[in-house]
């Protein structure tokens, strides 16, 4: 199993003034059978906030979904959150979310997003749209156990 954390950023969804409809969809589209849910949180646009919590639950959870804050607004700072507390970089991740992105809207190169492991964890920004979350689940879905393996030291030869 796939110990999982969803990580709503959003200032609106933090105070109440904004129904979250990400984190729900998430939850749904992942498998029980191989995802296992160990917390959903909505938390502000703050980067001391996002880090936190970051740095927190990474030293839990094998995986942690964000959705939110990966676009241009001045309190769009998820990106910049979680380059300050990964390990290492997984730049493909998000080129293919912002590639499949491109099929439905050309906004989509506008995203932020990044991915990346610390420690043990594999962390992935999505955007914070339900439909671009649901759009980048689909593209990810499939790769997350194989990378949460390998961050776990699988020595399984990758080659089909």
Do not use: F
Request: glycine share 8%; with cysteine.
């Amino acid at each position: 199993m796939i110990k999982t954390v969803i990580l709503i950023i959003s200032d609106k969804g933090s105070t109440g003034e904004r129904e979250d409809k990400c984190g729900p969809l998430i939850s749904q589209v992942l498998d029980n059978s191989v995802y296992s849910l160990a917390g959903c949180e909505i938390i502000p646009d703050d980067i001391n906030a996002i880090k936190s919590s970051l740095s927190r639950h990474s030293g839990k959870a094998d995986l942690i979904l964000t959705s939110g804050g990966t676009g241009l607004s001045p309190r769009d700072v998820t990106a910049e959150a979680t380059l300050d507390i990964i390990d290492k970089e997984i730049p493909g991740i998000p080129e293919a979310i912002r590639t499949a992105g491109m099929k439905h809207t050309d906004r989509s190169m506008l995203s932020r997003a990044v991915a990346g492991v610390r420690g043990k964890c594999l962390i992935i920004n999505m955007p914070g749209s339900p439909n671009a979350v649901k759009e980048s689940i689909e593209v990810i879905l499939n790769v997350i156990p194989h990378a949460v393996e390998k961050i776990k030291g699988s020595e399984e030869e990758c080659a089909r």
